[in-house]
């Protein structure tokens, strides 16, 4: 089956006056904005655009830059894209970056020119970093982080600085709910002016936002899309109007975008998702139920103080260094105070109670519609 490579490859002849956007390119803006941009496009939305055929030349003529065969699926894909008709012509601008460890924010967004007046908002999903982790672990107690506020500073500027065009704003993971935020906390002006909203398997929130009137009034524009084994868009509160993609990958490799099947312009669709991704959301939902926000925040901070003692920033590092990070994590378990610990331990507990429990439920439910069957064929 297609993906979203392939999708380039076959539509790439068009260019977006011939063909409009579709579900398939907003997917490919949410996923190219996990590349850095430092100092190929503008940070500013005032700043003249760039050509995103003469990004891509720059950013491939950069030293240690992997050549094809080796590269990541981001290059690969920014390859194509730059190749392209289609993508090669558009005008790249407001490419910003934020990792800031004192008030613990993950956050980049670049915005893409589309011919007929239209602009693309797209906000980049969780990065590789313990700062970023650490901010989707707070959306389950706190809302907004830092991130969500940025986004809709962002949102807000970029549209200050194109006031004639049409607005469309997506992402993907994170990004998905920083597009989401962003979108129905803008401004009176910009919220008029966006015509679709993207949301590529990002988590809802935790307190009351999608039942808001702002979501409910944004709610006919907003567009999400998830995997069958998904368990990002299922998190917290969140809309239970959305569209299953099939994925060509299984279980939480599915997350990944590039394995989304693609047929023509749109997305392959199915109504049922995958006994892991129900069975992994029950999980989830079961913790968050059982447990107040304050113990969550609390929960947070202990985990990541265990993973911060490895003194990486980053979980690839983590797992570079893993010998001496798990020296250094068993370390700083050790030396909690016993409040702690405990609070890890029973934590950990909820976790496999509610995982038995889900198992449970889905033998039931196996069980009861196989009498079912057998009742109806008799």
């Not at 389950?140 to 607005?167: D, W």
Request: proline share 4%; aromatic share 10%; glycine share 8%.
């Amino acid at each position: 089956m297609s993906n979203l490579f392939d999708y380039v490859a076959w539509r790439g002849d068009l260019t977006f006056g011939n063909a409009p956007l579709c579900p398939a390119d907003a997917l490919v803006f949410s996923m190219i904005a996990y590349m850095n941009f430092d100092g190929l496009v503008p940070q500013s939305p005032r700043e003249e655009p760039v050509r995103l055929a003469d990004v891509a030349k720059a950013y491939f003529a950069r030293p240690g830059v992997q050549r094809p065969g080796f590269e990541s699926k981001h290059e690969r894909m920014l390859r194509l894209l730059a190749d392209s008709a289609r993508f090669g012509p558009l005008r790249m601008l407001a490419a910003q970056k934020t990792l800031d460890r004192q008030t613990g924010m993950q956050f980049a967004a670049v915005s893409f020119l589309l011919p007929g007046q239209n602009l693309f908002v797209a906000f980049r999903g969780t990065d590789d970093t313990l700062i970023g982790w650490k901010e989707d672990f707070r959306m389950s107690y706190e809302c907004p982080v830092p991130a969500q506020i940025e986004a809709k500073r962002y949102l807000s500027e970029v549209a200050g600085a194109h006031p004639l065009r049409r607005i469309f704003v997506g992402g993907h993971s994170k990004g998905g709910n920083l597009a989401v935020y962003a979108s129905i906390h803008a401004g009176d002006e910009v919220r008029y002016r966006i015509r679709t909203v993207f949301n590529h398997d990002g988590p809802g929130f935790f307190d009351g936002t999608v039942a808001s009137e702002a979501y409910a009034e944004m709610r006919p524009r907003i567009e999400t899309y998830m995997p069958q084994s998904s368990i990002v868009a299922v998190l917290l509160e969140h809309d239970t109007s959305y569209k299953i993609v099939k994925s060509s990958s299984k279980g939480l490799l599915q997350h990944d975008g590039y394995t989304w099947e693609v047929l023509g312009a749109d997305f392959v669709y199915t109504d049922e998702r995958t006994a892991f991704g129900k069975r992994t959301a029950a999980i989830v939902d079961h913790f968050v139920s059982t447990t107040s926000p304050e113990r969550r925040r609390r929960v947070c901070e202990a985990l990541f103080s265990v993973l911060e003692a490895t003194e990486h920033d980053t979980f690839s590092g983590i797992l570079g260094g893993k010998r001496q990070s798990l020296r250094n994590m068993v370390s700083a378990y050790a030396d909690m105070p016993d409040d702690m610990r405990t609070l890890l331990t029973e934590t950990l507990g909820i976790l496999i109670g509610a995982r038995r429990a889900a198992k449970k439920a889905e033998r039931s439910r196996a069980k009861d519609t196989a009498f079912f069957a057998e009742e109806q064929s008799s």
